[in-house]
């Protein structure tokens, strides 16, 4: 039995009891405490496959095959960072049990096209063990569904192929009676998938997991969990989406619009807010998108449109050989937008059920990765957006999912699946760990108070809005000073109109005076001679005309009292 976990970077986590058996309604599979690239960096999580056990790493996602790189998948032409996770030796394991089923060139590839994956592998069945180097219990799934790559490289843009260095742990779904590959095809009977062996076992409670991949630069640790999940990694509200037959393997959602905010203090951006990225400059887009949630992929996969209308509110460049963008290190905003409470929100599509959506912030402090050796001689921070490689499936792989949590839950013929937003670097020392239901319940955190140790808020002086309104989709931050502008420039203005009225009161009046005047005088005889306004103006000029509707009407000037008369 076992009650402690611990987990990387020093955090220590209660899970229930196991039984005397063994086994426990959930467990949580422990990191190999080690980062991955080269476009990074990541983390994983570490098993032993084999017998004898072989120890690997591998990133956490994906569904059906398990993806293992063998001592076969370097060859000559690559460099030393290909398959640093670990090569297995298939020849050394006396549990590999082997089939006549292969694939290669582009069926090989396992991220829907998102990367150009190519080359060959085997699928084969194999032992394999989750936590193998934890003191505190581990778990082992015989007969796993492995594809064993022999030969494989990604392409670039520039048509330049890099070995992989790490292969991926399959979470789903679940497997009574059988497997169905993804192209469609059965497998023997034997095969087992990770959460449906281990709850068909009656090793766990239910055919699911709970995922958070975290971040390896800012050291917020990977959460695993099977069976259930740790409520601390889910922020409400909770998406939940019902997934059927075909589509267990494949979280897919649709994509609303994409944004741009600040949670506080001054913005590096000359507004507080901007939506509208998702469909900028296209006027073909449809809106919404549909995306597939992916971790087996590292980058935001978007129309290029979206790409090129997010990069030009940042310090980056587009590099055409990687089909990336490049930070401007040197540029004082790359600083101020990495570091500040700013970040791209997405907004989804809540549930097939409803249409309120929901919406994943994701820091910039997180879209700062790095790509290292061998694409680049040297570190290089990048933005993490390109169109996919070779399909026209969009999809949120890796650096989106840093500030994201998904899960899984299925049954024999059906399931769920949940989307909610993930906390930053300040996240409990402790996990939660729940079991899953229908619907999840997340936990009430603030999400700006999970990121407050890292980011640095810009004062007013250094913010950058402009005061200004925008026809475009923006919200902007109005200062103390303007405020104060406005208070001021009121103040004259009543201060006007009320000096203009006081005038014109006074100037009525001494005219009203003054022709009160001229009448008395012409009823005492003091001023016979004396003739009104209207008598000096006729006997000035001629009558003028107005030709309307056939009728002619005469024109009057009001009587002016300063009015000087015309000499005849």
């Known amino acids: 039995m076992f009650r402690l976990c611990l987990l990387i970077f020093g955090s220590i986590v209660l899970i229930p009891s196991a039984s005397s058996d063994g086994s426990s309604p959930l467990r949580e599979i422990l990191t190999s405490g080690q980062k991955y690239g080269p476009d990074g960096p990541w983390q994983a999580v570490r098993v032993s496959l084999g017998s004898p056990p072989q120890l690997l790493d591998l990133y956490p996602g994906g569904t059906y095959e398990t993806i293992i790189l063998t001592q076969a998948a370097c060859n000559a032409s690559f460099d030393v960072t290909c398959g640093i996770g670990g090569l297995f030796n298939q020849t050394a394991?006396?549990?590999?049990?082997?089939?006549?089923?292969?694939?290669?060139?582009?069926?090989?590839?396992?991220?829907?096209?998102?990367?150009?994956?190519?080359?060959?592998?085997?699928?084969?069945?194999?032992?394999?063990?989750?936590?193998?180097?934890?003191?505190?219990?581990?778990?082992?799934?015989?007969?796993?569904?492995?594809?064993?790559?022999?030969?494989?490289?990604?392409?670039?843009?520039?048509?330049?192929?890099?070995?992989?260095?790490?292969?991926?742990?399959?979470?789903?779904?679940?497997?009574?009676?059988?497997?169905?590959?993804?192209?469609?095809?059965?497998?023997?009977?034997?095969?087992?998938?990770?959460?449906?062996?281990?709850?068909?076992?009656?090793?766990?409670?239910?055919?699911?997991?709970?995922?958070?991949?975290?971040?390896?630069?800012?050291?917020?640790?990977?959460?695993?969990?099977?069976?259930?999940?740790?409520?601390?990694?889910?922020?409400?509200?909770?998406?939940?989406?019902?997934?059927?037959?075909?589509?267990?393997?494949?979280?897919?959602?649709?994509?609303?619009?994409?944004?741009?905010?600040?949670d506080n203090g001054g913005s590096p951006f000359p507004y507080m807010a901007k939506v509208g990225l998702l469909a900028e400059g296209n006027s073909s887009l449809n809106s919404p998108l549909s995306v597939n949630l992916n971790p087996a992929a590292p980058y935001l996969y978007l129309p290029r449109s979206t790409c090129d209308a997010i990069a030009k509110e940042l310090p980056v460049s587009y590099q055409p050989k990687f089909g990336l963008y490049f930070w401007d290190v040197k540029d004082p905003r790359y600083h101020d937008i990495v570091t500040s409470p700013s970040y791209l929100t997405f907004a989804f599509r809540a549930s097939n059920r409803q249409l309120e959506s929901l919406t994943i912030k994701v820091p910039f402090a997180l879209l700062n990765l790095t790509l290292d050796q061998p694409l680049v001689d040297f570190p290089t921070s990048y933005f993490p957006c390109q169109p996919p490689q070779a399909s026209s499936t969009f999809a949120l792989g890796r650096a989106f999912l840093q500030a994201a949590f998904i899960g899984g839950s299925w049954n024999e013929d059906s399931g769920h699946w949940y989307l909610a937003q993930a906390p930053g670097p300040d996240i409990p020392t402790t996990a939660s760990p729940l079991l899953y239901a229908e619907t999840i319940n997340g936990s009430s955190t603030q999400w700006s108070d999970t990121w407050k140790i890292h980011w640095t808020p810009l004062s007013d002086a250094q913010s950058k809005v402009i005061e200004k309104s925008s026809p475009s989709s923006t919200v902007h931050r109005i200062s103390k000073g303007a405020y104060a502008g406005i208070g001021i420039g009121s103040a004259a203005a009543i201060g006007i109109a009320t000096l203009a009225f006081i005038l014109l009161w006074r100037h009525r009046r001494r005219s009203k005076n003054f022709n009160s005047f001229q009448s008395t005088k012409v009823k005492l005889g003091l001023q016979e001679s004396v003739k009104t306004d209207q008598e000096i103006y006729e006997a000035a000029e001629p009558e003028p005309k107005e030709i309307y509707s056939g009728k002619q009407e005469q024109a009057w000037e009001m009587p002016h009292h300063d009015r000087t008369p015309e000499l005849a």
């Open 93 to 262: 394991s006396t549990s590999l049990v082997t089939y006549p089923i292969s694939t290669k060139g582009s069926e090989l590839d396992w991220t829907l096209g998102t990367m150009d994956i190519r080359g060959e592998a085997d699928y084969n069945l194999e032992q394999l063990t989750l936590s193998p180097t934890s003191t505190l219990g581990s778990v082992t799934v015989p007969n796993i569904s492995c594809l064993m790559v022999n030969n494989a490289a990604t392409t670039y843009a520039d048509g330049t192929t890099y070995p992989l260095q790490i292969g991926q742990l399959a979470l789903g779904p679940s497997n009574p009676g059988g497997l169905r590959d993804q192209n469609k095809f059965s497998l023997p009977s034997g095969a087992n998938l990770v959460p449906g062996y281990l709850w068909t076992s009656g090793t766990m409670g239910s055919a699911s997991y709970g995922l958070h991949i975290g971040s390896a630069a800012l050291n917020i640790p990977l959460s695993l969990w099977l069976g259930g999940y740790d409520e601390s990694r889910v922020i409400q509200p909770v998406n939940t989406l019902p997934s059927h037959n075909d589509f267990l393997d494949n979280f897919f959602i649709d994509l609303v619009d994409i944004g741009i905010g600040v």
